[in-house]
């Protein structure tokens, strides 16, 4: 069973719009773009762009491209070097690029810290939010939720180059599902031309299975393999990850992927 890391996925529960999502969304931009040093301020752009996606639409019908417009205005933002994915291992790969800066996830890009944790969505024939539901992935597909993330995420995996890496869940049957976001999409975006290697991190409970040698990550691997990307995969447990990300542990970033 799951026993780490599985943050609810919010996207599913049936809330609705976030309160002061606008407030939200354009003071983390603010404090991301100020963060990185930035001189040009365009989250009363990014924000516009963003509503734009799915403000006036049928909640079940707003799709990936929608948000092109929104994508293309963040654009110069995207970090690309050292890149971590994950899949169903959403607290610790966070923990772990949070304790070490070493790596960067999509939430450590100003898209996914803008959006991290929120929900959102339309009404077909009003230009107002919904505060009191909207659909998650049980619903309906193409929900603002969503279609959102596996955008985002698209142009996540686009941009990536050098080494990166993908935490999975080691303690699932299938830690590699070709039905997840980063099966389904980030892997099919991978550009092996300028990808040069994927360190595969199977996070398990304990050492005692090894699930680098089951067949769902033997399929990573030939998918990427017939891209033309290298790959290599280390079981690694929840604790080893703990006492390698520990403050005193200067090389935590090699103790994890390397
Ligand atoms: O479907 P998943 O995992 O494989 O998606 C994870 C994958 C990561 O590598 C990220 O780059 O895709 C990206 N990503 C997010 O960054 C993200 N933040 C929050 C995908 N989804 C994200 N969410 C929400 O979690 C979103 O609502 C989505 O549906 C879930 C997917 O989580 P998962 O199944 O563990």
């Known amino acids: 069973g799951l026993v780490f890391g599985l943050k609810k996925n919010k996207g599913t529960t049936n809330k609705g719009t976030t309160r002061n999502l606008k407030e939200i969304v354009v003071e983390r931009c603010l404090m991301f773009i100020k963060e990185v040093d930035t001189s040009d301020n365009k989250c009363d752009q990014i924000w516009s762009t963003f509503k734009h996606a799915f403000i006036g639409k049928n909640p079940c019908n707003v799709k990936m491209g929608d948000y092109d417009q929104f994508i293309d205005t963040v654009h110069q933002y995207i970090s690309r070097n050292k890149t971590l994915f994950w899949s169903k291992t959403q607290q610790i790969a966070h923990d772990f690029t949070k304790a070490t800066k070493c790596f960067m996830t999509l939430e ?11 929900t959102w969505c339309g009404q077909n024939s009003s230009m107002e939010f919904d505060y009191t539901y909207c659909p998650g992935y ?17 142009n996540f995996a686009e941009s990536a180059q050098g080494r990166v890496a993908v935490m999975l869940n080691g303690s699932m049957s299938q830690p590699f599902s070709t039905s997840s976001i980063f099966g389904s999409i980030e892997v099919n975006h991978f550009n092996s031309s300028i990808i040069s290697h994927v360190n595969i ?20 691997t030939s998918i990427l393999k017939n891209k033309r990307i290298n790959s290599t995969c280390k079981d690694i447990t929840v604790s080893e990850i703990q006492n390698c990300t520990s403050k005193h542990n200067p090389q935590s970033c090699d103790c994890v992927i390397n």
């Open 108 to 118: 450590d890009t100003l898209v996914g810290y803008m959006m991290d944790g929120l």
């Open 138 to 154: 049980k619903e309906c597909e193409n929900n603002p939720v969503s279609s959102f993330w596996k955008r985002a995420s698209m």
């Open 201 to 220: 991190i199977s996070v398990i409970s304990s050492t005692y299975s090894g699930p680098c040698n089951s067949m769902s990550i033997r399929n990573l």
